[in-house]
């Protein structure tokens, strides 16, 4: 059974600093492309940030420069460091990948707040 499970989200002020992880089972992690979404309240869920297999990063504008995604192979894991964040930020951050189907996390809450 493939499972995604996020963790890392909380509450934080403006300009702070988060980090969420992804931690996968039941695929072969090193050979899957991972990417990160998030859903704020009443808006579609967009794709934020994505990293290949071998280490290729694709990030939304509206990220980069701030957010960066990586992977640790050995522990199945993809990460988003978020840094400078803004109050639009503020969403439900889920990881993803494809493994014969699109797969998603349940999700981990992000709010930035003063």
């Known amino acids: 059974q493939v499972r995604l499970v996020e963790s890392g989200g909380g509450l934080v002020q403006p300009g702070g600093s988060l980090r969420l992880s992804c931690v996968t089972s039941?695929?072969?992690?090193?050979?899957?492309?991972m990417n990160w979404y998030r859903q704020a309240p009443g808006k579609q869920r967009e794709l934020v940030a994505s990293?290949?297999?071998?280490?290729?990063?694709n990030y939304a504008d509206s990220v980069k420069g701030r957010f960066t995604i990586s992977r640790d192979n050995a522990k199945n894991t993809v990460y988003l460091q978020m840094t400078s964040l803004k109050p639009e930020d503020t969403a439900v951050y889920y990881c993803n990948t494809v493994h014969y189907r699109v797969i998603w996390g349940q999700g981990t809450q992000v709010i930035v707040s003063s």
């Open positions: 990293i290949s297999s071998v280490g290729s990063t």
């Open positions: 039941g695929i072969i992690f090193s050979s899957n492309a």
